[in-house]
C-alpha cells in the first residue's frame, strides 16, 4: 500500500476524508477555516472514526489531528480533524501512515475516538485546506451533501508556473 519508490498518482479529485456530510468552509463554526486563513477547500461533519486520504500524494506532516499531503503538482493539503483538537495531545488519534509514505485516495490515514473529542466539548468538523491556495490554486469544485469515506467529491486544479 505505501511501496518503498511508489509514484504519486496523477489524480487531479478531491475526495471525502470520512463518512459524513460535506459542507463549505463559511459553514464552519472556527472563523480561521470560516475565512479561509489556512486555505480554500471543503468541511465536513464525521459520523464515522475513519479517516482517509482527500487526495493521492505524500504524507509530509503528522500531528495527530491535523495530516499534511502533497499532491503531484504541487498543491499542498491539510487534513484538520476537528476543531481545537490540537489541545487533546494526539490522544484520540491512532495514526495508519508516516511523512514520506505515498497514498492513494480514499488510503486509511488515521483513527479517531470522538468520544473523546465530544466529551472534551470540541467540535468534530474535519477540514480539508489547499495551504497554498495563493500560490498554486486555479480552481476547486466540490459537491456538497452526504458523502463516505473515499467517495469523490469534485476536483482541484493546480496553476501551471
Same mark, same amino acid.
Given at each position: ?6 509514484? &504519486? ?8 476524508? =470520512?463518512?459524513?456530510?460535506? &459542507?463549505?468552509?463559511?459553514? $464552519?463554526?472556527?472563523? $480561521? ?10 468541511? =465536513?461533519?464525521?459520523? %464515522? ?5 482527500? =487526495? ?10 491535523? $495530516?499534511?499531503? #502533497? ?24 495514526? #495508519? ?23 472534551? #466539548?470540541?467540535? #468534530?468538523?474535519?477540514? $480539508? ?19 463516505? %469515506? ?5 476536483? %482541484? ?5
Amino acid at each position: 500500500m505505501f511501496g518503498f519508490g511508489k509514484k &504519486i498518482s496523477e489524480d487531479v479529485n478531491v475526495y471525502s476524508p =470520512v463518512t459524513g456530510e460535506v &459542507i463549505p468552509l463559511d459553514k $464552519v463554526s472556527d472563523p $480561521v477555516f470560516a475565512q479561509k486563513m489556512m486555505g480554500d477547500g471543503y468541511a =465536513v461533519e464525521p459520523k %464515522a472514526s475513519q479517516i482517509v486520504a482527500p =487526495v493521492s500524494g505524500e504524507i509530509t506532516m503528522i500531528q495527530g489531528h491535523a $495530516v499534511g499531503l #502533497k499532491r503531484f503538482d504541487g498543491l499542498e493539503l491539510l487534513l484538520h480533524i476537528g476543531i481545537d483538537t490540537v489541545s487533546l495531545s494526539g490522544e484520540p488519534f491512532r495514526t #495508519k501512515v508516516k511523512v514520506g509514505d505515498i497514498v492513494e485516495a480514499g488510503d486509511e490515514l488515521v483513527i479517531v475516538d470522538w468520544s473523546q473529542v465530544e466529551d472534551a #466539548k470540541l467540535a #468534530k468538523t474535519t477540514m $480539508v485546506l489547499i495551504t497554498n491556495t495563493a500560490d498554486k490554486l486555479e480552481s476547486i469544485t466540490v459537491h456538497y451533501g452526504p458523502a463516505v %469515506a473515499g467517495q469523490q467529491l469534485g476536483n %482541484a486544479t493546480a496553476r501551471r508556473n
